[in-house]
């Protein structure tokens, strides 16, 4: 893959579908998503219809050149407000894929969607989206022990929270926003 400025973020469209359900029933993406179970294709356009529908909630792919990689969900989308996002990539995807979905989303979400804040849960044992929280400059707000059970077993969800003034300043020395 080659630089971020080869990317773009859209609007997920129903031609997407059959992609992003292949990846989110992905034995390596499911095990680490809030719910595990594998979602049918009738089960799926169910919450495509529903969920596009839904003012306060972005639907979005991220995609270099014209081959899409990753999926992003904002949900409680508002102005100046406060949203919970979710994501994963195309299992397999080359190095360097998650860095490049995180900032193209979190531009998206602080330039386009003007949010304040964007928050985000990790089940503990997800240490690869624990780090790649912190790496995009989110501060852990919480834990929520024992919040979740995964195949019988009760697991830590982390809680984290980026603020956009946090986003501007990161460590890349962001004076703006990306776009």
């Given at each position: ?20 359900l292949a990846w989110r029933n992905h ?153």
């Amino acid at each position: 893959m080659s630089g971020i400025d080869t990317c773009r973020i859209r609007a997920m469209e129903f031609g997407d579908l059959t992609t992003v359900l292949a990846w989110r029933n992905h034995p390596n993406v499911r095990r680490h998503m809030l719910t595990q179970h594998e979602i049918t294709p009738e089960e799926h356009e169910r919450w495509f219809v529903r969920t596009s529908c839904d003012r306060l909630k972005k639907l979005m792919i991220v995609e270099e050149g014209r081959r899409a990689f990753g999926f992003v969900q904002f949900s409680g989308v508002d102005a100046g407000g406060i949203a919970d996002w979710g994501f994963y990539i195309e299992p397999g995807a080359a190095r360097g894929s998650g860095r490049k979905l995180g900032t193209m989303a979190l531009g998206f979400a602080f330039r386009d969607l003007e949010l304040h804040k964007v928050c985000g849960q990790a089940l503990g044992v997800n240490d690869a989206s624990i780090r790649f929280h912190r790496s995009h400059g989110f501060q852990q707000e919480g834990v929520l022990r024992d919040q979740r059970r995964v195949d019988g077993a009760y697991h830590d969800l982390i809680c984290f929270g980026l603020l956009r003034h946090e986003w501007v300043a990161g460590p890349s020395g962001r004076t703006e926003v990306p776009t």
